[in-house]
């Protein structure tokens, strides 16, 4: 399966998010990819608070393999791709990349387990979230 579009999220590396070297340390990646996973939900009409409240889930990261290419420096202009490419029963895959004038710094494969907001125990996906979630994903051809 491929993404119909992935979605991409603009972030600007700050000083905050650098070393005394002006490099972007390794952990602000993890920030990044969050966000960009964050904003993601949200184009999809999922915001936090609504995950929460309606349908009382949360996604939690499960997994996560990360291979670093390259570093980002203080001020650059990053590109956050966030490409869903599986759901499971209880489960959302990703792969995400993050790139500097698409250059590929960074690539990662994550995996997000849907859990109960109060009890944090492995639920399924609800139903109209991952119908929505899936109608952005074709077959591949």
């Known amino acids: 399966m ?3 579009n992935s979605h ?16 972007v340390y ?8 969050e966000r960009a996973r964050t904003e993601w ?3 999809l009409g999922f915001e936090h608070t609504t995950l929460l409240q ?4 949360v996604f939690v990261l499960h997994s996560m393999q990360i291979q670093f290419k390259k570093s980002a420096k203080l001020d650059d202009l990053l590109t956050i791709s966030s490409e869903m490419t599986k759901t ?3 489960s959302v895959e990703f792969l995400q ?21 109060l009890t944090f125990k492995p639920i399924p996906v609800p139903i109209a979230v ?9 077959e591949s051809v």
């Open 8 to 23: 991409q999220w603009p972030v600007r590396v700050y000083y905050e998010n650098t070393d005394a070297g002006g490099v």
């Open 130 to 138: 991952k119908r929505i979630m899936e109608n952005q994903v074709v």
């Open 41 to 43: 939900l949200r184009h």
């Open 88 to 90: 499971g029963h209880g």
């Open 97 to 117: 990349t993050i790139q500097l004038n698409q250059q590929t710094l960074i690539t990662a494969q994550v995996k997000l387990a849907c859990v109960h907001a």
């Open 26 to 33: 390794h952990a602000q990646y993890l920030n990044f990819m």
């Open 2 to 4: 491929a993404a119909v």
């Open 54 to 57: 309606e349908y009382n889930c």
